[in-house]
């Protein structure tokens, strides 16, 4: 019975596997196609020595990706992952609201019960963001770009506001397991701010999974020296 259920369960891995490698390729080639149907309908091209002297910018973002890739699969799971990485917006919607399903409902993350609640949360996020979006559409078709000018001086506060939450409820579940990582992370962000620095976001998110991996590894290593002792 075990055999067949971890059958079952390895069936519907990769069933998710499957669906949503077929769907991120096809997401992949329409957006990819707008650029060049833009292009071959307005007669232009890239500027090419512009796109190649920014290779830096590029490779940051390939970095923040694969990074993203890594770091979020534990939290979203398999389904919650292709549907996140499909749908967009997921540090500031998509992962707290599966955060905040597992926490509302009490389920562990590594389960097949995590992976449904976190692939329904991240479904009716990305409906609810498609509904909002739409609402938002209506009012912006009618003032045009005065509602912008109006909103333009709350704008720099929104993603602080919900990275900010995010962090409260990390930090206050996972407080031993974070509160090292974000220290050092305050100090090395103060440092490069005094020296007139800008590290950017890739490199801050490098940093601050190396350290989160260094001192995890360091605090499992002393749980399970205590616990054998």
Request: proline share 5%.
């Given at each position: ?129 498609t509904l909002i979006i739409i609402l938002g ?93």
């Open positions: 019975m075990k055999l067949a259920k971890n059958k079952k369960n390895d069936s519907y891995t990769e069933s998710l596997h499957r669906t949503g490698r077929i769907f991120s390729l096809i997401c992949l080639l329409l957006i990819g196609t707008v650029p060049v149907i833009y292009c071959l309908s307005a007669g232009v091209s890239p500027d090419w020595g512009l796109v190649v002297s920014s290779w830096s910018f590029i490779l940051s973002y390939l970095a923040i990706g694969l990074i993203e890739a890594i770091s979020y699969a534990p939290l979203l799971g398999v389904g919650g992952q292709y549907l996140a990485f499909i749908t967009g917006n997921i540090s500031n919607l998509k992962l707290p609201c599966a955060l905040n399903a597992h926490n509302i409902l009490k389920t562990p993350r590594d389960t097949e019960e995590g992976e449904i609640v976190a692939t329904i949360a991240i479904s009716v996020s990305s409906i609810v963001t559409l209506i009012p912006l078709a009618i003032f045009g770009g005065d509602i912008v000018k109006v909103l333009e001086p709350v704008t720099p506060y929104v993603i602080p506001a919900i990275f900010g939450g995010l962090g409260v409820v990390l930090l206050s579940k996972y407080f031993k397991q974070t509160i090292i990582p974000l220290g050092i992370l305050l100090v090395v962000c103060l440092v490069t701010f005094l020296m007139g620095m800008d590290l950017g976001q890739s490199t801050m998110l490098t940093v601050g999974m190396i350290v989160s991996l260094i001192t995890g590894f360091i605090m499992y290593g002393i749980q399970k020296k205590k616990a054998t002792k």
